[in-house]
């Protein structure tokens, strides 16, 4: 099964996040700026509905969110 863009997004941004508290925790204090720049993208994309990475997962193959109908009681 070929993985969503939404899918990989959601994979993407839990890497960042956990690979920026490690590397803010054993290497250096100054990586958690990364934590906060990982945050703030989220939280823009929450209300914008746009994220660069998305675009990037699109263009690496990953596949779009199937159309979602209403419900099969209504057609």
């Known amino acids: ?18 690979l920026s508290l490690a590397l803010g925790w054993y290497v250096h204090p100054g990586f958690f700026l990364f934590t906060a720049f990982v945050g703030l993208n989220q939280l823009q994309s929450a209300f914008t509905g746009w994220c660069p990475a998305m675009w990037m997962l699109e263009k690496a193959g990953f596949r779009k969110e199937a159309p979602v109908d209403g419900p099969a009681c209504c057609n």
């Open 1 to 18: 099964m070929k993985m969503t863009i939404n899918q990989g997004l959601r994979l993407m941004a839990g890497f960042f996040t956990l």
